[in-house]
């Protein structure tokens, strides 16, 4: 054998890592900015909020924005930002709660229909199409009409619809890594399927999973604030985005603050989360 | 070395750029190429072969920096604008690409493909369009020719796609025709064929051929010149023949002795030490120092220049292997 | 030296092609395609065994079949004695350690989230190979038996260049120390003179190592360099078969010939008598009655286009699969 001088190849450059990488996106950097702030609202919301967010104040109902009150106040006087700020625990919750069942269902039915194919995946491809027949939100109204309304029931009706999103995503994706000879050779070196499925396949599969979650969770919040607004979510007088805009309807006309303020909540957080997602789906990409 | 040179290339050089590095992928690369005559272009993947292809068609200038000259029949290319190269790309220098598969496009029928490059660089009507299409693909030895002017891509199979390209690429009878791997993704049954249309096509139409490759048997089967390329330069050109039976570049010789011919079956064979270079990080002299087993101290700090050793032989290397009376011939 | 290990008996393996809606409208039958048609061969100890033949022959899946990545539709492979599709071996996972494979891809054979460590301590625990406080020693053995320098286990497959990404992939299977390796076009996608350095190092290991080699590629000169005995497969069925420096310089089959003519010679002298074959390969969705090489055969007869023929052993060179070798190689 002659070669002796065996060298890697790689640039004279060492390769930038991910964390430096994120460092120059900007609007991965906004959105991580946004998420950020959101979750510190959410876990301390009594910090930052001037106000008791259930404090009645007969006193003082319906005030226009002021320096006291820099949202305005609502019907009974209660504190509109000190509201909308004790929201981001719910509406961050519902982010989270919503969807991390249906990841984790979908992910692993995802990847095993795709790894099994046979009579699995066409059961499977059945209750995909099933599903996806109908509108999501007809469906998760439909099935929190048997439950009944609340917090809990609208999760399990997201969750029992949501899955199939997350899972024939997956499938797809794990179809496509078998088609990589490294899949082979797992099978070739003898290795369980569930050390190939989990191991090997998964990890190389789930970034676009992971970059559907990011804009998934920012449908969550606006499904569940609808939801909230339909009187089928959360229930009054929690402080929740889609409650406190049900809220502020009837006086949209007189004390518009009370409907705007929240919904430009939503807005910001969907913002953040979607600019995670983008960021993640060249971030997370494997090298080389 | 040629007479009467349709193409000539100059000190080509074209850069990269990577972040803030520059990546020098091509240096000064010179040749010509005489009417019906047929250049190889070899090296290791990553020597610059398909960029000095895209950089003499200005393709390479969209995304990179193209310096040197390139002379098409006395006018130079590298100062064309983009509408006034679009007149000679297609019409008088037609291109292969490496990949048969995807240069040509699934949606359309390949006679509409056909006839589509005949409408942009020939006055011909509709009827002679048709007929010429037809008659390419005859040329190229697509049987039933006339029925098959309305099937898909993916109703051919890989050797008959190649033909289907070459037909394109030949469709407005060009003077010069680039091909860059036209045979790789190909058996050795079908790239015999495929070869044997090329040189037929260049010697029936005296089209200049410039062929890239990195199997050696093909530039000695198909080729008059050829250049063979290290790390963006040429290293060593000349007639076929010379280069070929007596290499004066330790490089050329070390890929000559790594391919397993009249060997001892299950010996040991040659391989050139080391890996190539990085162009982030080439050496200061010769780009092969580090791999060449006769280097000197010299080589080390200067960088040999490609010099005529021989009539119509050019070699970069301060210490050249010695010739013997064939490279008199 | 001439023990068999593997015997593979009348290999038959069609893909169904999925039908089209149109298809199924108009009750067309459902086709397939026949990559393999009846392969019988024996692999014998230490020996390496090239497979030659066009793309799409069926080289890979008779390699996937080996290593049961592809059950096969009908016939058997024995190895050891025992039928390794049976449902007893099926269950056993020592066969996976003892017949190891290596692809074609050198980018897509690696995962690309493990380092070569992790890559080669995984085939290490799986398989029992060492106790957990011998891996990390051995796999430095491993780096170094393939020539790649120590810091490699640190590295992910993306900092390699191809010819370093094969080596790993060899090292992975000589992890598990298996008898036989299936190597499927490993040097394909190399440059010929790092082609040159693996096909070295296989080459000394085999010595070594003392392995079998099924070597699949379709460079006849490396194919010629590295094998002791040669199949020439022809959609899908073995047309040749017998010692290398025999069959090369001296073809019998007429499509061995053919093939075997159209390598391009290094010297531009020899422009050789390729002898220019008609056609191309026939679709594998109908192969031709008869000899599957009689729509392109010079010397094609009516009993090719009916019979079969079987291959049989011709004085003084391999066996062949043709009705005429005796009179084809006598002018020859
Ligand atoms: N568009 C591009 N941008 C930046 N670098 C490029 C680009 N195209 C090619 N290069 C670099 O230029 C060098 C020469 O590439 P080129 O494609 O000419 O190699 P080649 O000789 O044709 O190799 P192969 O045999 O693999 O086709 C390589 O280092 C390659 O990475
Ligand atoms: N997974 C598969 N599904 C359907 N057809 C296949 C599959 N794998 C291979 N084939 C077909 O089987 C034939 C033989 O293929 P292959 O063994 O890969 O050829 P080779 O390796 O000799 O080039 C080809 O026609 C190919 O298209
Ligand atoms: S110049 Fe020196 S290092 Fe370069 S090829 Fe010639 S002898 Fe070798
Ligand atoms: S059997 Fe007939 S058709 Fe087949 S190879 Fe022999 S001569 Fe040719
Ligand atoms: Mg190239
Ligand atoms: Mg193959």
């Avoid at chain 1, 997956?170 to 569930?194: F, L, T």
């Avoid at chain 2, 020597?47 to 068609?57: D, Y």
């Avoid at chain 3, 992790?118 to 170094?144: F, G, K, Q, T, W």
């Amino acid at each position: 054998m002659t070669d002796s001088t065996v060298t890697t190849v790689k640039a004279s450059k060492v390769a930038p890592s991910r964390v430096q990488l994120a460092l120059r996106k900007p609007g991965f950097m906004i959105g991580v900015i946004i998420i950020g702030f959101s979750t510190l609202l959410a876990v301390f919301p009594s910090f930052f909020a001037p106000y008791d967010p259930n404090f009645i104040d007969y006193l003082a109902v319906r005030q226009a924005p002021s320096w006291a009150h820099p949202f305005g106040t609502d019907m009974l006087g209660r504190d509109a930002l000190s509201r909308v700020i004790h929201a981001y625990s719910v509406n961050m919750q519902m982010a989270v709660l919503a969807t991390v069942f249906a990841l984790t269902i979908g992910v692993v039915v995802g990847a095993l229909v795709g790894y099994y194919r046979g009579v699995a995946d066409m059961i499977f491809g059945r209750v995909v199409d099933a599903i996806i027949t109908f509108p999501f939100l007809v469906l998760v109204i439909a099935v929190v009409a048997v439950l009944g309304p609340g917090l809990i029931n609208m999760y399990i009706a997201i969750t029992v619809v949501g899955w199939v999103y997350y899972a024939r995503l997956m499938r797809a994706e794990v179809i496509a890594q078998m088609g990589n000879d490294y899949a082979s050779a797992g099978i070739v070196m003898g290795y369980s399927d569930r050390r190939i499925i989990f191991r090997h396949l998964l990890p190389n599969a789930i970034t676009p999973v992971i970059v559907y979650w990011m804009t998934d969770m920012a449908l969550a919040i606006l499904l569940g604030s609808s939801l909230g607004y339909l009187g089928l979510g959360a229930q009054p007088p929690q402080a929740e985005w889609g409650v406190l805009i049900a809220e502020g309807r009837n006086f949209i006309t007189t004390a518009w603050w009370l409907s705007l303020m929240p919904g430009i909540a939503i807005v910001i957080t969907g913002l953040g989360f979607s600019l995670i997602g983008d960021g993640l789906a060249d971030l997370l990409r494997p090298r080389g | 070395m040629t007479d009467h040179p349709i193409l000539e290339v100059e000190n080509l050089c074209t850069t990269f750029s990577r972040g803030d590095t520059a990546l020098p992928a091509v240096r000064d690369v010179s040749f010509s190429l005489g009417k019906g005559q047929v250049q190889g272009l070899v090296g290791e993947s990553g020597s610059g072969k398909s960029v000095t292809l895209r950089s003499i068609l200005g393709l390479a200038r969209h995304y990179g920096e193209v310096r040197g000259s390139v002379r098409w029949q006395g006018q130079e290319l590298t100062t064309m604008t983009e509408r006034q190269l679009r007149k000679i790309r297609g019409r008088e220098i037609a291109m292969i690409f490496q990949e048969p598969m995807t240069s040509l496009n699934p949606l359309l029928t390949v006679g509409t493909q056909l006839t589509e490059t005949l409408k942009a660089h020939t006055d011909l009507g509709r009827k002679a369009r048709r007929d010429r299409a037809i008659e390419m693909l005859d040329h190229v030895g697509i049987p039933a020719a006339a029925s098959r002017l309305g099937e898909y891509p993916h109703q051919f199979s890989g050797g008959m796609r190649q033909r289907v390209m070459i037909a394109i690429a030949l469709a407005a009878s060009p003077k010069l025709l680039l091909a860059d791997e036209p045979t790789t993704a190909l058996d050795v049954t079908i790239q015999a064929q495929i070869l044997d249309l090329i040189l037929k096509l260049a010697d029936e139409m005296s089209m200049g051929v410039v062929l890239v490759t990195h199997d050696l048997g093909v530039v000695a089967q198909t080729c008059d010149t050829v250049a063979v390329m290290y790390a963006g330069r040429v290293v060593e050109q000349g007639y076929v023949r010379q280069v070929l039976r007596t290499p004066r570049h330790p490089y050329t010789e070390g890929l000559m002795r790594s391919v397993p011919q009249d060997v001892p079956p299950r010996t040991q064979l040659y391989s050139v030490p080391g890996t190539p270079p990085s162009l982030f990080s080439l050496p200061d002299g010769c780009a092969f120092a580090p791999r060449c087993q006769a280097a000197s101290e010299a080589c080390g700090s200067a960088r040999p220049m490609l010099q005529d050793i021989a009539p119509g032989r050019q070699t970069a290397c301060f210490h050249p292997l010695p010739a013997t009376q064939d490279d008199a011939a | 030296m001439t023990q068999t290990v593997m015997k593979i008996e009348d290999l038959h393996l069609s893909f169904p092609v999925s039908r089209t809606l149109l298809d199924v409208v108009q009750r067309k039958p459902g086709k397939s395609v026949n990559a393999l048609n009846g392969v019988s061969l024996e692999l014998k100890q230490g020996e390496t065994l090239g497979v030659v033949g066009e793309s799409g022959c069926g080289k890979s899946t008779l390699a996937r079949c080996i290593v049961r990545l592809y059950p096969p539709t009908s016939g058997q492979i024995h190895f050891d004695d025992q039928d390794i599709f049976g449902a007893q071996a099926r269950k056993d996972r020592t066969y996976n350690r003892r017949v190891q494979m290596m692809f074609q891809d050198p980018y897509s054979s690696l995962n690309p989230r493990m380092t070569t460590g992790d890559i080669l301590a995984e085939a290490l625990r799986v398989h029992e190979m060492r106790p957990e406080a011998e891996i990390a020693p051995r796999i430095a053995e491993l780096l170094d038996l393939v020539r790649l320098p120590q810091d490699a286990a640190e590295k992910l497959p993306h900092e390699f260049s191809g010819g370093q990404r094969q080596r790993i992939a060899i090292a992975r299977a000589l992890a598990v120390e298996p008898e036989v390796l299936i190597a499927d076009e490993l040097v394909s996608a190399l440059d010929v003179s790092v082609q040159a350095q693996v096909v070295n190092l296989l080459l000394e290991l085999q010595e070594r190592l003392h392995l079998t080699i099924l070597f699949v590629a379709h460079d006849l000169r490396l194919v010629r360099h590295v094998s002791n005995r040669v199949a020439v497969i022809y959609l899908g069925r073995i047309v040749e078969i017998g010692d290398s420096e025999t069959l090369f310089s001296a073809p019998s089959h007429p499509y061995s010939q053919a093939l075997l003519s159209a390598a391009p010679s290094l010297d531009p002298d020899d422009k050789g008598a390729a002898i220019q074959l008609e056609g191309e390969l026939p679709s594998p969705l109908n192969v031709p009655p008869g000899c599957p090489f009689h729509v392109r055969c010079r010397h094609v007869t009516d009993q090719c286009r009916k019979v079969i023929p079987e291959l049989r052993a011709l004085e003084g060179r391999g066996e062949v699969a043709c009705h005429h070798a005796e009179e084809i190689n006598q002018h020859a």
